[in-house]
């Protein structure tokens, strides 16, 4: 089974600066299509997950450009610039190459 | 608007059955893989089964392998989640999510809590 290990777990931040979230798996993400399926979710508290990135680096509908996702084979990055309040929450990364495994977690707060 | 309505929730007693549902609306329902996700209190997410477009392929994670069944009713536009012999260690909250590229759109989940 594939294990996403995503640190850090807890990530204090100011207003307006940037984050930088990693997440590594224990095997390489790249399907035999050539393809990589590696996303970005961010929960805000008492919601449901909202998807982010997808397929590493593409940003769903309605996404600012703020977000920004990168990295290949079994390391991956999600890069928030200029957080703002709205950013703040759990952000979890998920592998669907090899059935689906999420990370740990990371919860985005202010420092 | 993409609209999934999970219901069926609610305290079991461990060792007993459950029954989800999610309905969904806004898109071909037959078009889309489907998938159940679960997040224990204070914990994170947890996949826990997939079913394609036409049910051919389904698969489990192996914590309800044997335990859960997944299916979906495409005239009816509705995923289900057959949950047996339950434990404490399935208490929940369930959400099911759409499968396009990603899980692309999440409902807002239904709570499932086992204990006597």
């Known amino acids: 089974d594939v294990v996403m290990t995503q640190t850090p777990v807890s990530l204090p931040v100011s207003l307006g600066g940037q984050a930088s979230i990693s997440c590594r798996s224990s095997q390489s993400l790249v399907h035999s299509n050539g393809n990589t399926y590696l996303h970005w979710y961010l929960q805000k508290p008492g919601q449901s997950p909202q998807l982010l990135i997808y397929?590493?680096?593409n940003r769903f509908s309605g996404v600012p450009d703020r977000f920004s996702g990168s990295g290949s084979g079994t390391d991956f990055t999600l890069k928030i610039s200029r957080v703002e309040p709205e950013d703040l929450g759990d952000y979890y990364c998920l592998q669907s190459t090899h059935f689906r495994t999420f990370g740990g977690g990371t919860k985005l707060e202010l420092k | 608007e993409v609209q999934l309505v999970e219901s069926g929730g609610g305290l079991v007693q461990p060792g007993r059955s459950l029954k989800l549902s999610c309905l969904a609306s806004g898109f071909t329902f037959s078009n889309y893989g489907m998938n159940w996700i679960r997040q224990a209190p204070g914990k994170g997410l947890e996949w826990v089964a997939s079913?394609?477009?036409?049910?051919?392929?389904?698969y489990y994670a192996d914590t309800v392998k044997g335990r859960f069944t997944i299916s979906r009713d495409n005239a009816k536009n509705t995923l289900y989640l057959q949950m047996t012999s339950l434990r404490s260690e399935d208490t929940a909250l369930y959400y099911c999510?759409?499968?396009?590229?990603?899980?692309?759109?999440w409902g807002q989940g239904v709570m499932v809590t086992v204990s006597s």
């Open positions: 079913i394609s477009s036409s049910s051919s392929y389904i």
């Open positions: 397929r590493v680096s």
């Open positions: 999510a759409r499968q396009a590229v990603a899980l692309d759109y």
